[in-house]
């Protein structure tokens, strides 16, 4: 059973740094794909940013200049930088990964909230 294990979140004023880290129970290179999505209250699930297992990444317009992913291949964990932070980027971030076959897997969530 594969577990994504996320840390990272919690308070910070606009303009603060927070960093995500999300971690696999198994081997990195089982997923093609990982990333994180979002939910803030009342809207939908949207996509952060994601790496695939080569390194390429991919972002939200609303994050691109302010959030970086990256991976740690023996750690087998992916992190998310945030810089900037502004009070629309408050939500529940989620981990995911994507295996070869397309199986799909989340971690818990953990809140990051923006204000002051």
């Known amino acids: 059973q594969v577990q994504l294990v996320e840390s990272g979140g919690g308070l910070v004023q606009p303009g603060g740094s927070l960093r995500l880290s999300c971690a696999t129970s198994?081997?990195?290179?089982?997923?093609?794909?990982m990333g994180w999505y979002r939910q803030a209250p009342g809207k939908q699930r949207e996509l952060v940013a994601d790496i695939t297992s080569g390194g390429s990444t991919n972002y939200a317009d609303s994050v691109k200049g302010r959030f970086t992913i990256s991976r740690d291949n023996a750690k087998n964990t992916v992190f998310l930088a945030m810089n900037s932070l502004k009070p629309e980027d408050t939500a529940v971030y989620y981990c995911?990964?994507?295996?070869?076959?397309?199986?799909?897997?989340w971690g818990q969530g953990t809140q990051v909230t923006v204000s002051s």
């Open positions: 198994g081997s990195i290179f089982s997923f093609d794909r």
């Open positions: 995911y990964a994507r295996t070869w076959t397309a199986n799909l897997y």
